[in-house]
């Protein structure tokens, strides 16, 4: 049987730190409905003490969305872990998130203290957050950079304190995949009880390897991925939540599956861009505007005789219409057939040799002909061959 992938969707807290990245209230819940549709099992709805509208937005997607877990961020501070409690106090499942640093860099400059007392602060958070709500989980901020040994040590401490879910996050987006898999089966053959907990990657990008890294994490016993709509985050962002579903669904069908309805990634994808005012890249994978666009000549012809030629994923599957073919200067015949029949011109060879003699013209001045300046071009062509 296949196992569950929990997908933990942070895009309203992680994502939406971001500068430039803010909603407000009314935005806030409208994405959070949709992520309610789209089925992710954990929203993590903001970081409660880090400001009255923070607090405000973790009360209301509490009160409203009711299948998910909502969960609701704090730092190993006990004023911090009772706002948050506060906030999530209608959820039907709330969860508090709460951590703190781990590796030497961590430990050394940002607390200025000991791995001893960063131990008893972990302990003493999960324990403090416990008293308000059956589900915590704890994230050991950095684990990324933290020694493995020392790291099932905070592990072992928040797993006796009663964690439900251990959260490894690679703050800085420094580890390659095999690193990170590897921290991920240390964990789980050295921690006792970790089998009783939920093991969570949440990867940032800062090398271009957060999806890479979480998957690897799934490969070694993860079974809660955290990421963005988007892959938006701090720095260069968080684990794209699209690029870790479909991966699961395109390369793992037989062994794991999320509950994620991925016709709607594309309409969601399109509602945070344009809510955050954040654009996404063009060639970004499953949602920018060119992941299944054809361009040139070699690529077109092929996807035309069969779109499996050159496309993994059904664009139907991630909530778009079609394929698009773009028509360049590096376009060839079959793609300027393809495109004229579109719009009501179905060419014999020798007229579209005619065609395409002057579509390569117009093409090279411009960067894209598009359907008008098609249908101008053909009808020349034919009033000057009359
Ligand atoms: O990147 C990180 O470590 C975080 C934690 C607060 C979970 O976002
Ligand atoms: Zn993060």
Redesign the pocket.
């Known amino acids: 049987m296949s196992k569950e992938i929990q997908i933990f969707d942070?895009t309203l807290?992680?994502g939406e730190q971001v500068p430039g990245c803010k909603l407000n209230h009314t935005q806030k819940m409208t994405v959070a409905r949709e992520l309610e549709n789209l089925g992710v099992d954990v929203l993590e709805a903001g970081f409660p003490i880090s400001s009255p509208g923070d607090f405000k937005a973790v009360e209301m997607i509490s009160k409203e969305i009711r299948k998910p877990i909502i969960c609701g961020?704090s730092r190993a501070v006990k004023q911090d872990i009772k706002v948050a409690a506060e906030a999530l106090e209608k959820a039907a499942r709330p969860r508090i998130?709460t951590?703190i640093g781990t590796s030497p860099e961590h430990i050394k400059y940002k607390f200025a203290t000991t791995p001893d007392k960063i131990i008893e602060r972990a302990r003493e958070a999960v324990k403090y957050a416990k008293s308000f709500v059956e589900d915590v989980e704890f994230?050991a901020?950095?684990?990324g950079r933290t020694d493995n040994e020392y790291l099932a040590k905070v592990i072992q401490e928040v797993v006796n304190a009663g964690a439900t879910v251990l959260?490894i996050?690679?703050?800085t987006g420094y580890c390659l995949p095999g690193e990170f898999g590897q921290k991920i089966k240390y964990l789980a053959e050295n921690v006792k009880g970790i089998d009783k907990c939920i093991i969570s990657a949440?990867c940032?990008n800062d090398l271009g390897l957060a999806t890479a890294n979480s998957i690897a994490g799934v490969m070694n016993g993860v079974t809660q991925v955290?990421c963005t709509m988007n892959g938006i985050?701090?720095r260069a962002g968080?684990t794209s939540l699209e690029e870790v579903v479909m991966v699961i669904r395109q390369k793992f069908k037989n062994q794991y599956h999320t509950n994620i309805n991925t016709e709607m990634l594309n309409p969601i994808s399109r509602l945070v861009s344009d809510s955050m005012s954040m654009p996404v890249q063009a060639n970004k994978a499953i949602v920018g505007v060119n992941a299944f666009a054809h361009s040139s000549g070699i690529h077109q012809d092929g996807v035309i005789k069969r779109r499996e030629n050159y496309e993994i994923i059904d664009p139907r599957e991630v909530g778009l219409d079609q394929s698009i073919i773009v028509l360049t200067a590096r376009s060839g015949r079959a793609a300027l057939a393809y495109k004229a029949k579109q719009i009501g011109f179905d060419l014999t060879k020798d007229e579209l040799d005619i065609v395409y003699k002057q579509f390569l013209t117009l093409a090279d001045s411009q960067k894209e002909v598009n359907p008008d300046d098609l249908k101008e071009l053909i009808n020349k062509s034919f009033s000057s061959v009359a």
């Open positions: 942070t807290r992680d961020l998130h951590g994230y901020e950095d684990a959260n996050p690679d703050t949440h940032h955290e985050g701090e968080n």
